[in-house]
């Protein structure tokens, strides 16, 4: 009996399946027919917008002085002083006396130099007297010489009468002869004294050229802010020894800042762009300049960020990294300084901040969401219910949306454009179209960083 169970339970296990398939078959639904239009593919578009003609660029950057001005020691001696501002990280106004050298070598050349002034001054005027002395000496020497020679054309004119003696005529002559040689002595003395005089002035303008250079060098003991900044490093204490040109401090001046920052070779495409002359009207040395470019310097403090105006103003060095094949640049903040109370209260060397570019462009620009590009840097338009490939040119792109540039004349403000997925498309393929998204608005600074791309680049 059981022998007989085993056998029957395949063939009953078939029969029941046979049985259960032919009922299904039975309960079927037979197909219908499908109404026209249904084999179009619906697809999700979005409006492109109104054009934009400026590209926001983002980069990253730090916060540097324009210069860091090391204050070396301009003359010899030890620091006797230092001032209580003379201590890193205080703000100096310029002129603030920071060190004070030895001065009591250079006070002692000041006052010796003085002395041979007053000594060169005395002589110039004892030699005003003694031109006067000489003038009158003149004059009595001309008186003289009238007299002698009087005297002897009267001798001459008795010695014709033999009333004097030859030897007395002789003696008049004589007399008349020293009296010229004591009038030509104090004429020749009268006449050296404009080149005493000379001399003396000369001596007197060199004693003041020195007197100039030791109260100079006694002034440089002191030594004072060059400029209004902010100490960074104090370099010497009192009791050391500095020697000429040996650094004493370094500071920094803070009136403006700058953040140096890296261009790509696509964000300069888009800069050089702004340039509005023509070639012929660009002088040369504007050819290694870059284009003054609008700027904000944001600081992000957790959720909050913190604005300064600035503007792209110059090339760091004027070539390109090899590294990183990037331009560096520096954007001058004019105002770093900010109101009390709203935040950081000014822009400090080493601080990370972003730099936001507002580049003007010539050509119309399109922001579109990040779904309707498809690769290779294609969009698919829907005009008269049927798909259009477009190639764009990819300026930006994020995970939001991409900034693209087009054709005119493929690309217009109104057109849909598709942003669903799309797993087969072809150009003229039939669609339907769901609702419209809308387009994601313009990227403002303080958004999330677009990424740009090169121009023509895949």
């Known amino acids: 009996m059981q022998r007989v169970r085993a056998a029957l339970l395949p063939g009953g296990i078939l029969l029941a399946g046979v049985c259960v398939f032919s009922v299904l078959w039975l309960l079927r639904e037979a197909p219908g027919r499908?109404?026209?239009?249904?084999?179009?593919?619906?697809?999700?578009?979005?409006?492109?917008?109104?054009?934009?003609?400026?590209?926001?660029?983002?980069?990253?950057?730090?916060?540097?002085?324009?210069?860091?001005?090391?204050?070396?020691?301009?003359v010899a001696g030890r620091i006797v002083e230092k001032t209580p501002e003379c201590r890193a990280g205080n703000y100096v106004e310029k002129g603030t006396l920071l060190l004070r050298i030895d001065p009591r070598k250079y006070r002692l050349q000041v006052e010796q130099l003085r002395f041979q002034l007053e000594q060169v001054a005395a002589e110039l005027s004892q030699l005003d007297v003694e031109e006067k002395?000489?003038?009158?000496?003149?004059?009595?020497?001309?008186e003289e010489l009238k007299l002698a020679r009087r005297e002897l054309e009267r001798l001459d004119a008795l010695v014709k009468k033999n009333v004097v003696t030859e030897g007395q005529r002789d003696e008049a002559a004589r007399a008349v002869v020293q009296a010229e040689n004591r009038l030509q002595g104090v004429v020749n003395t009268l006449e050296l004294i404009p080149v005493r005089r000379k001399r003396l002035r000369a001596q007197q303008k060199l004693l003041q050229a020195q007197l100039q250079g030791a109260e100079t060098?006694?002034?440089?003991?002191?030594?004072?802010?060059?400029?209004?900044?902010?100490?960074?490093?104090?370099?010497?204490?009192?009791?050391?020894?500095?020697?000429v040109s040996a650094p004493l401090l370094r500071m920094i001046d803070n009136s403006t800042m700058e953040v140096r920052c890296h261009l790509e070779m696509q964000h300069l495409y888009w800069i050089w762009g702004t340039l509005k002359e023509q070639p012929g009207q660009v002088p040369p040395d504007r050819y290694y300049e870059v284009p003054p470019t609008p700027a904000v310097v944001e600081l992000a403090i957790g959720p909050r960020r913190y604005r300064w105006e600035g503007v792209l103003s110059r090339y760091e060095a004027g070539q390109i990294d090899s590294r990183t094949r990037t331009v560096p640049c520096r954007v001058r903040v004019p105002r770093p300084r900010r109101r009390l109370g709203e935040g950081p209260p000014a822009l400090m060397r080493g601080m990370f901040v972003t730099v936001v570019l507002q580049v003007d462009t010539k050509v119309?620009?399109?922001?579109?969401?990040?779904?309707?590009?498809?690769?290779?840097?294609?969009?698919?338009?829907?005009?008269?219910?049927?798909?259009?490939?477009?190639?764009?040119?990819?300026?930006?792109?994020?995970?939001?949306?991409?900034?693209?540039?087009?054709?005119?004349?493929?690309?217009?403000?109104?057109?849909?454009?598709?942003?669903?997925?799309?797993p087969v498309a072809y150009e003229g393929m039939e669609v339907e179209q769901l609702r419209s998204r809308p387009s994601p608005p313009e990227a403002a600074p303080g958004e999330a960083p677009p990424r740009a791309k090169a121009p023509g680049a895949e």
Do not use: C
């Open 133 to 142: 002395n000489q003038q009158a000496l003149v004059t009595i020497a001309q």
């Open 34 to 74: 499908r109404q026209q239009g249904s084999d179009r593919v619906l697809v999700q578009t979005a409006t492109v917008p109104q054009p934009v003609f400026q590209i926001p660029i983002r980069l990253h950057g730090v916060v540097m002085p324009p210069e860091e001005i090391q204050v070396g020691a301009e």
């Open 364 to 422: 119309p620009l399109y922001r579109l969401p990040a779904a309707a590009l498809n690769p290779p840097d294609t969009l698919w338009v829907v005009q008269e219910n049927k798909l259009h490939e477009v190639r764009v040119e990819v300026v930006q792109a994020d995970r939001q949306s991409v900034l693209v540039r087009a054709a005119p004349e493929q690309l217009q403000p109104g057109l849909p454009v598709v942003v669903s997925p799309l």
């Open 217 to 243: 060098d006694l002034a440089r003991t002191e030594v004072r802010a060059p400029v209004s900044g902010l100490i960074i490093a104090e370099l010497v204490q009192v009791g050391d020894v500095a020697q």
